[in-house]
């Protein structure tokens, strides 16, 4: 059963969770200068959502470095200045998915090295069948999305999937939970990495497609997603000598 919370609780629950994830980013390489922004929906006001601050390594945000922000782009709570590419993307996907909780993207290496394929992932292990038929391939490439038009068609290519592979940009990953989208983020990035090696060797032999949805059924819910971030979290808090659990 779910763990009960107060608003002000749950508040505290999913600012916590984002620190996690993004300590977890660093600690997979995930992070490149001041690139890369998560988010989390605000359970008391949510058309408000909470985001790393532009410029600060994800290895060293804490829980008071995290902003809130509105849909018009304006610092509500917390002091710093927010990516404006990271509020381009995620106000529109925050403002499409009313069930969306959380939304995750990085320039991770190899969902960038696959992002350029501009191709879905193919379900040629069992881990890549969490994402089969549920992700899309954002299929162009128009610069910094600085614009809110291209977040909002980022954000109807999203449709209802867990992901969008940015073609030429990388991976975005969504969750109605914070420990959704990090799990997601983590599990593509390493599928990725798996498909680009596995294609690099040979031909690819794809699992066909009722055994593929049938995997999805078993390993691409919330609940699995969520179960397999908890040890994720537990290293975190273990390494992080800095953060009380």
């Known amino acids: ?33 001041a690139g890369g922004h998560v988010t989390a929906r605000d359970p008391i006001e949510p058309d408000t959502f909470w ?47 009313p069930d969306v909780v959380a939304a995750a993207h990085t320039h991770s290496i190899h969902g960038r090295a696959f992002s350029a394929l501009g191709r879905p992932l193919a379900p040629i292990t069992q881990d890549a069948c969490a994402f089969f038929e549920d992700h899309a391939v954002y ?23 867990k992901a969008v592979i940015l073609r030429n940009h990388g991976l975005l990953t969504v969750g109605g939970s914070v420990a959704e989208a990090a799990w997601w983020f983590l599990a593509m990035d390493r599928c990725c990495q798996v498909q680009l090696l596995a294609q690099a060797a040979g031909e690819l032999v794809p699992i066909p497609d009722a055994a593929a949805r049938a995997a999805r059924a078993d390993i691409g819910t919330p609940q699995i997603a969520r179960l397999n971030f908890r040890p994720v979290a537990e290293h975190v808090l273990a390494v992080s000598t800095d953060l009380t659990s």
């Not at 107060?6 to 999913?14: C, F, K, L, V």
């Not at 299929?139 to 999937?161: F, H, Q, W």
């Open 51 to 97: 985001i790393n601050p532009f410029g600060r390594h994800f290895g060293h945000v804490r829980d008071d470095d995290l902003l809130r922000v509105d849909h018009a782009g304006e610092v509500v709570s917390g002091s710093g200045r927010i990516n404006p590419a990271g509020y381009a993307i995620h106000s529109a996907i925050h403002k499409a998915r």
């Open 139 to 161: 299929d162009e490439y128009g610069g910094v999305v600085l614009d809110g038009a291209e977040g909002d068609r980022i954000a109807a290519t999203l449709g209802t999937g």
């Open 1 to 33: 059963m779910a763990e009960r919370r107060d608003p002000d609780q749950e508040r505290a629950y999913r600012r916590r969770q984002l620190v996690l994830t993004l300590r977890a980013f660093a600690l997979a390489g995930f992070d490149e200068g």
